[in-house]
């Protein structure tokens, strides 16, 4: 019950609260205007790929993509959880030609999807509030899946004998 009625307080919260950034979307919004364009992200995920390109070799093996991985879930660990949209997928979704390479135009591609994603209106960048509203629908979708089923009573809330 409480962690029905706190996901419901949560998502009103989100529902009703007036606009603000987020971490995440700060850290792709490179000129502060509370809009990511795709060449904000394209830039700041070239970067992340140069740094997993640890060869130069300029591809992406899955050991230099897991090494990455297993550093960023560490951090990740030991936050508290939240919706990240702009992360980076699991290996095997980028790795679109099954070379068990990563190519940076795979890579531009996620890029381009990521935005595709969340972009509502079309207009190849995502806005605040576009970004908000994802949120928001993410923070509805894990309240679903984390509360008890319709019907069913918490442990020892049935009739006494």
Known sequence: MKATVFAASLLLFVAVAPLRS????????ANRDQIVTYSELAILKKREFDSLDRNRSKSVTEAEFQ???????????AEAPQ????????????DADGTLEVTLAE?????????????TDAD??????????????????????????KGSAP???????
């Open 107 to 119: 890579y531009g591609e996620f890029v381009k999807q990521a935005i595709n994603q969340l972009d």
């Open 83 to 94: 919706f990240t949209f702009f992360a980076t997928p699991a290996f095997d979704k980028i």
């Open 67 to 77: 090494a990455r991985n297993e550093n960023t879930e560490a951090e990740a660990d």
């Open 155 to 161: 442990k020892g809330s049935g009739p006494k004998p």
């Open 22 to 29: 987020n971490p995440e979307f700060e850290s792709y919004d």
């Open 124 to 149: 190849n960048a995502v806005s605040l509030e576009e970004f908000q509203a994802a949120y928001t629908a993410a923070a509805a979708a894990a309240a679903a899946a984390t509360a008890p089923p």
